[in-house]
Every structure is written in C-alpha cells, then in structure tokens.
C-alpha cells in the first residue's frame, strides 16, 4: 500500500515534536504492512475509507482517506484526542469532496 502525506499534513508535522513524528511514522509503517486492519473505519464512500489510529499516550489520532480500488493511502491529519470529534465531525461532512479531491493528485 503506498502511504502519502497530503500537503497541509506535510506542513503541520514540519512543527510537531520528534516523538511526535515518531509515532506518525510507526503509524505508517503500520499502514503499509497491516493495511486496512490498522485503523477504526469511521466512514466509507464508495472506494474510499475514513479512518484512525489511536495512541492513548498521548492520546493523539492520526487520521487517514485510503483509495480501496487504487490500494492508497492518504494521512489528512493528526489531531489531539480532545479536537477528535470536531476533526470527525469535519472529515465526514466533507468526506466524498476531500476523497474526490486528494485521488484526483495522487
């Protein structure tokens, strides 16, 4: 599975802590040998899932789009565990556009 960083998600790690990129990329390395059985599926639209994967310390969830038919991978955010049902509430209501939109470049 190819694992790819949207461009705001590139921008935000650039400011986060080192063992704050460390777990983002245990997390990748996680994707890319467990693939969908990494994550909570939150939503599903057509060919493309929403989902997470939890750490509880610190309690941070790295979000992620994954193109089924493509075997894609997108990471669209990483957002503390007390912002999680605002970035949720967020990616699912503009799910199918933010899916449509990040295929569409990769």
């Avoid at 777990?23 to 939503?43: E, P």
Wanted: glycine share 2%; hydrophobic share 40%.
């Amino acid at each position: 599975m190819h694992v790819l960083p949207t461009e705001e998600f590139k921008r935000k790690v650039k400011r986060l802590k080192k063992d704050h990129k460390e777990l983002i990329l245990k997390d990748v390395r996680k994707l890319r040998t467990q693939r969908m059985n990494a994550i909570k599926i939150l939503r599903v639209v057509g060919p493309y899932v929403l989902g997470e994967i939890k750490h509880k310390k610190p309690p941070y969830r790295l979000y992620v789009v994954i193109d089924q038919e493509a075997d894609t991978c997108a990471v669209v955010e990483w957002a503390h565990k007390k912002e999680q049902q605002e970035v949720i509430d967020k990616l699912q209501r503009d799910a199918e556009k933010i899916m449509k939109e990040l295929f569409r470049s990769f």
